[in-house]
Each structure stands twice: as structure tokens, then as C-alpha cells.
């Protein structure tokens, strides 16, 4: 065991503040890290508040981050797929267990039995797991990602959250090439859906409850937007989605974005409104549409999305912030105040 810096929170209400944390030295699976990025995630803030507490209560203190990339200092004996000096990543999960049908299908995501980067159980040290805002970490050979040489490192963080999760569904939905999809919301999740359907060659449209958000939506890629407050523009575009990605964690009304769907069409849940949606039977039934969710995604899927980001030159948009603004970050990400991810510059831990 050696004992790492990082920034905890030790209480719901307490700020996050310089630390030391313990981690485990690596076994002959593990690969040890530097933590070069960390983006922040808004998963991050809610389980530093513990207001998830009724699913997932937060166990102090608690080190968040899980859009980790870094480059490899260590490892070890049987570890097959790194060397020092590769860059790597580590995403939401560092373990699983293993045999499970999710895990056998590749989907670790889905794992019962799932051990998530932070406030996780962690069998190696005891307690729970310790994240990404942290100088180094230790994660099992298995849940360490190849990070393409080409990309900046500070943009690539949050793809390991923000950009699995809603390139998974995307990929899922099969070939968008050319068919009308629609992104609702353009945040974190949203400029990075826009970003992925226009690599796979959609006609792609955003819809915001703000117009001034049209300039930047065409620049991250959009071809159209949509003010969703606008009936008539609404009106206009109803019948006409093969499919819809929607962002939104607050309370919206799903049934209007489900009308915009063509026959067959699906919309996928990535946000999670606090509230269940109200859903209209009538909305789905004509049209044969259909309503989904999705999570991040699969080990194998999620490297299969930095290698497109690496052959497409993908990055999320990023505000580079030194470790002593992780508070006033939190604070600007509440009022939805960046554009689109923070991605904390770890070497700033350095002077702490």
C-alpha cells in the first residue's frame, strides 16, 4: 500500500479539500496510473452531496472521478496489454464479476455485482473506492482503456462517461447514415451525441429551450435546431425521427419529443429526471414507436468508442481547470455554467 494526494469531501456539506488517500500497490492484473485529466462529472457533485442517497448512499470521505486518463507507470506481472508509458484510461467501472451473463455478453455496465471507480465496496484495501481526483490510481488490467496518441488529453476525460454514454445508444440504435436524428438538450451529453450522429453521417438536430444555443449547436455539428418552446416549429417537424437521444435530467415532457418520432422510430433516455416521466400508451402505440434507457457501456464498447474518436479527431469541448477551482466548478455546474465539460488539470495536485 503507498499513499496517494487527492481532493475529498468529508461530509454532504463539507467542500472538497486536499488529502492523502490510500492505494493498493499493484497486483500481477493491475496497472498503476498517473492521473494526467479528470473530467467532472455531474454524477460526481450528486454523490459528494450524497443526494442520491436513497440508491447509492455516499460513505465519507469520499474521492470522486470517473473520466480518468493517464499514462502508466506500473505494471504488473501477468498484464498483457500495457507497458509504461502507454496512455490509458479508466472509465465508471474498475470491476465486475466477470461471470454473470451481462459480463459474459461484454456488458459490465449491467453487472450485479459491478464495482464502480468511487464509493464503491473495495475488496483490495477495504472501505470503498477512492477516484479520479487523485494523483494515481490502480485499476485491474481489464478495466483499463487504450487512449488514441492523436487526441488531447484534457478533451479526452470525458469521454469516458460523457461520451460512452451516448455513443452506446447511438451505435446501438445501427445505421444512421443519412436518417434524421434529433439530440434534446445540448450539455455535457448533448454536444458529444451531436458530435457522434454527425460522424455516423446523420442529418442531425438539436432541440433547446434556448435559442441562443443555435450558433454553437451548428458548430459542434448540428444541421438544424429546434426551439422546443416553439409550437409551430414543433408542429413542423412531427412524424419526421428515425431517432432522438434525449439528454434532459429535469422534468420535461417526453410525449412531445415521442411525436417527433416517424413510424418505428425509438428515443433513448440518458438523462435521469428525478421524477418518472408521465408517458402516453397513444403517443407510443401509433407510430409503433418505442421508448428506451441506456448507461454508459461495455469495456469493449467503450474502447470501440475512443478508437472512433481517435480515426474522427473527437474530443469533448473542455474548461481546463486547475484541482483549487473543483469547488467554484461545482458551484458554476449547478447553474449549467460551462461549455461542456470541466476536466481537472491533475498536475496542479502537485502543489498541494
Not at 67 to 79: D, F, H, N, Q, Y
Not at 161 to 166: E, N, P, R
Amino acid at each position: 500500500m503507498f499513499n496517494a494526494k487527492a481532493y475529498s469531501a468529508a461530509s454532504a456539506t463539507s467542500p472538497l479539500a486536499s488529502t492523502t488517500i490510500p492505494r493498493r500497490e499493484a497486483t500481477e492484473r493491475d496497472v498503476q496510473i498517473e492521473i494526467l485529466f479528470c473530467g467532472i462529472c455531474h454524477s460526481d457533485l450528486h454523490t459528494v452531496r450524497d443526494e442520491w442517497h436513497s440508491i447509492m448512499p455516499t460513505v465519507y470521505p469520499c474521492v470522486p472521478g470517473h473520466e480518468i486518463v493517464g499514462r502508466v507507470t506500473r505494471v504488473g506481472s501477468a498484464v498483457t496489454k500495457f507497458k509504461q508509458g502507454d496512455l490509458a484510461g479508466v472509465g465508471c467501472l474498475v470491476d465486475s464479476d466477470h461471470t454473470c451473463p451481462n459480463c459474459q455478453d461484454g456488458l459490465e455496465q449491467l453487472c450485479p455485482n459491478q464495482t464502480l471507480t468511487f464509493n464503491s465496496p473495495d475488496k483490495h484495501l477495504g472501505g470503498v473506492t477512492y477516484g479520479g481526483y487523485s494523483e494515481s490510481i490502480v485499476v485491474d488490467e481489464s478495466f483499463v482503456l487504450r487512449v488514441p496518441a492523436n487526441l488531447n488529453l484534457a478533451g479526452v476525460a470525458p469521454l469516458l462517461c460523457a461520451g460512452i454514454t451516448t455513443y452506446s445508444p447511438i451505435r446501438r440504435w445501427g445505421d444512421i447514415t443519412g436518417k434524421k436524428v434529433g439530440v434534446v438538450g445540448l450539455g455535457g451529453l448533448g454536444h458529444m451525441g451531436v458530435k457522434f450522429a454527425r460522424a455516423f453521417g446523420a442529418h442531425v438536430v438539436v432541440f433547446t429551450t434556448s435559442p441562443g444555443k443555435k450558433e454553437d449547436a451548428l458548430r459542434l455539428g448540428a444541421h438544424e435546431v429546434i426551439v422546443s418552446t416553439n409550437a409551430e416549429e414543433m408542429q413542423r417537424h412531427a412524424g419526421s425521427f428515425a431517432f432522438i437521444l434525449d439528454t434532459i435530467a429535469a422534468d420535461h415532457d417526453i410525449n412531445a419529443y415521442i411525436n417527433m418520432l416517424g413510424r418505428d422510430g425509438n428515443i433513448t433516455l440518458v438523462g435521469a429526471p428525478e421524477k418518472p416521466l408521465a408517458v402516453s400508451a397513444f403517443a407510443l402505440l401509433f407510430g409503433r414507436r418505442s421508448l428506451s434507457g441506456s448507461i454508459i457501456g461495455g469495456i469493449a464498447e467503450t474502447q470501440e468508442m475512443l478508437d472512433f474518436c481517435g480515426d474522427h479527431t473527437i474530443t469533448a469541448d473542455v474548461e481546463v481547470i486547475p484541482i483549487q477551482k473543483v469547488n467554484e466548478a461545482y458551484e458554476r455546474l449547478v447553474k449549467s455554467d460551462v461549455k461542456y465539460r470541466f476536466s481537472i488539470d491533475m498536475a496542479s495536485l502537485k502543489s498541494e
